[in-house]
């Protein structure tokens, strides 16, 4: 292994925000910086919900600008959603965000032609209205899909603009629910039986394989000097967290928090038993053969919308307010597909309680409770189920990502799971980015060794369990209506 520190930009895209961090690694060194940060704002034009994918790509451009030379550059982001080319490959229109209404009632016609029993057991993805392959049932009859030759994830979408080359990398691949985990590759029978056209998509590709290098007119708009490789990643950003969990040799849960909570395991095998599906577990593919057994959980969207209806408060202070509210006084399912949609999320929180009994919240502070507490308890359940169904127990649980911030819900959930809570990475997806391209160049080990390299260069806060978790079950308990 080299000496040498060398340079690698991490651009890390979210479902609010966009990054481009540059990761410094030597053999037993590793920095993060950020070198340019860019809203990602949707827009609702008459025909739904779009992603500004040329927003995000000249911020991207303007990232790689500010990161100055670098050894390579990986991009991930959120999955499920893609771009159509044309067979000139250019883009058909602005990707339609997994947001948008166009899947509701998808789901049941698909399942008429493939149970969903039957779509679990071959793919082991878990039931959400905005999968992949839902999104291409909802726009089988459009002109944009017909007119298609080309179907690229957004990750590899905005790989292609950089290199000229289309690939499909298999972390998001997985999200599709047209991968098959136990070969990792397409599930060609079920993309058959519903009419799904497998050569849209690009050849697959590994994390670390080569995705080309920037074009010249790349290289002049950034000031770059080529060439400068482009290197696929886990460019699901969930994929990246994961391998970024600071995990040594105990057995470990994790939660990826941001505006999703997945929490779940990691595991050699998919599971992909009825039992399994009907817990709504999914199964996606994570790195060097390993499998992400995890539930979605609505996450601090929840929280972030509340913010943005009361105008912005200072977190700090609202959280602080909120850490003075009696605990588990009410509590929402934060895996509630109600809650999806933007827009009056402090009046469907309240509602949803008084529905269910509870004292409705009234203050901010009492609707920042009731969402926290209810995303511990939602992490409690995950990793419980996690755990029975994979037969896999675990006994710390590391939480990694934007939530890693919030020491009350770090604290809370520590108490609901009645487990030790190791916080940190905060930016967890662009180190796994940027770890991935290191490893690709020779400049950190296996899995284990990125990890342990983690260890050593991060800063990670420990939460203790405090209370007994009787009361959790309690609230798990009336929330289920036991």
């Given at each position: 292994?080299s000496?040498?520190?060398k ?12 990054r481009?961090?540059?990761?410094r690694v ?18 609702r ?5 779009r ?15 500010a990161?100055?030379q ?6 991930d ?7 159509l080319?044309?067979?000139d490959?250019a ?21 008429a ?11 082991g993805?878990q039931?959400a209205?905005?999968n ?28 292609y ?40 998509f ?13 074009r ?26 994961v ?13 990826c928090?941001?505006?999703w ?16 599906r ?9 790195l060097?053969g ?16 509340c913010v ?6 200072d ?52 609707v920042?409770?009731?969402i ?14 996690a755990?029975r ?12 990502g934007?939530?890693t ?19 940190g ?13 290191a490893?690709?160049?020779?400049l ?5 060794g ?33």
């Open positions: 292994m000496g040498a520190v340079s690698y930009a991490a651009v890390d895209l979210g479902a609010s925000s966009g481009v961090m540059v990761g030597g053999p037993d060194s590793l920095e993060l910086a950020e070198a340019h940060r860019f809203p990602n704002r949707p827009v034009v008459p025909e739904g919900l992603w500004d994918v040329l927003g995000l790509y000249a911020g991207v451009l303007d990232g790689l600008k990161a100055g670098v050894d390579s550059v990986g991009i982001s959120w999955a499920v959603d893609y771009g080319l044309d067979a490959g883009l058909l229109g602005n990707p339609v965000h997994y947001r948008d209404s166009r899947t509701e009632g998808v789901a049941e016609k698909v399942w032609t493939v149970p969903a029993e039957e779509l679990y057991a071959a793919t993805l039931y209205p905005f992949t392959l839902y999104q291409l049932a909802a726009a089988r009859s459009s002109a944009q899909l017909s007119s298609a030759r080309r179907l690229l994830l957004v990750p590899d979408l905005l790989t603009w950089l290199t000229g080359e289309q690939g499909t990398e298999l972390t998001n691949a997985s999200t599709t629910q047209l991968i098959d985990p136990r070969t990792r590759d397409w599930a060609y029978d079920i993309a058959s039986r519903l009419g799904v056209d497998l050569s849209l690009a050849p697959l590709r590994q994390p670390g394989d080569p995705a080309g290098v920037l010249d007119a790349v290289l002049e708009e950034t000031g770059l000097t080529g060439p400068v490789p482009v290197t696929a990643v886990g460019s699901h950003d969930t994929a990246s967290a391998a970024a969990v600071p995990a040594g040799p105990e057995r470990f849960a994790y939660i928090t941001g505006t909570s997945l929490a779940g395991l990691e595991l050699d095998a998919p599971v992909l038993t009825e039992e399994s009907a817990a709504n577990f999914t199964n996606e593919l994570g060097d390993t499998v992400r057994y995890l539930r979605n959980i609505m996450g601090l969207w929840l929280l972030q919308e943005r209806a009361w105008g912005e408060p977190l700090g202070a609202l959280l602080l307010e909120a850490s003075k509210v009696p605990a588990l006084r009410s509590v929402v399912d934060a895996g509630d597909a109600a809650f999806l949609a933007p827009g009056r999320m402090p009046e469907r929180i309240a509602e949803a309680c008084r529905v269910s009994g509870q004292p409705a919240p009234e203050s901010p502070a009492e920042t409770r009731c926290l507490d209810s995303l511990a308890l939602a992490h409690r359940k995950a990793i419980q189920d755990q169904l994979a037969g896999h127990p675990v006994d710390v649980v590391h939480v990694v934007g939530g911030r919030n020491a009350l819900l770090c604290q809370l959930t520590a108490d609901a799971c009645g487990l030790p809570v190791v916080a990475p905060t930016e967890a997806a662009a180190l796994g980015n940027v770890l991935v391209q490893r690709a160049h020779g950190a080990g296996d899995l284990a990125m990890r342990r390299l983690l260890v050593r260069t991060q800063p990670l806060t420990r939460y203790e369990p405090r209370g007994g978790t009787d009361r959790w079950r309690a609230a798990q308990d009336r929330l289920a209506g036991d």
